[in-house]
């Protein structure tokens, strides 16, 4: 036997339910969403440092934050190492170049008279 507040819930969440639907459907979007970002954060930070990119996606697929954590904690490839390291190199060769050619043009504008600054 029923009674009139059971059966009006009955009627309450019969009419509810699409809309519930509509809204556990719209989260699992999100979620997933979210996990696909994630991924393919954690597929650039390993392209960043050097390593696979496709590995890290898929790391970060089977381990949703364990993968980007991973990720993050990896330290560089000895190979982007080594090419940082030769950047860094061809920058200051350069910069020294440019400070000699500086000092090559400087002593000439030297060898002019010097005026002192404050004459009596």
Request: aromatic share 8%.
């Amino acid at each position: 036997m029923m009674g009139p507040t059971t059966n009006g819930t009955m009627e309450l969440m019969a009419a509810a339910m699409p809309n519930m639907i509509w809204y556990i459907a719209g989260g699992a979007a999100l979620l997933l969403f979210l996990w696909l970002m994630q991924a393919c954060l954690s597929a650039s930070l390993a392209r960043q440092k050097g390593y696979s990119g496709t590995a890290g996606f898929f790391i970060a697929l089977l381990l949703p934050l364990g993968g980007l954590i991973y990720q993050a904690g990896r330290p560089v490839s000895p190979e982007m190492e080594d090419e940082r390291q030769r950047a860094l190199a061809v920058r200051i060769a350069k910069a020294i170049r440019r400070s000699e050619q500086a000092k090559a043009v400087r002593p000439e504008e030297e060898s002019a008279p010097i005026r002192k600054k404050f004459s009596k």
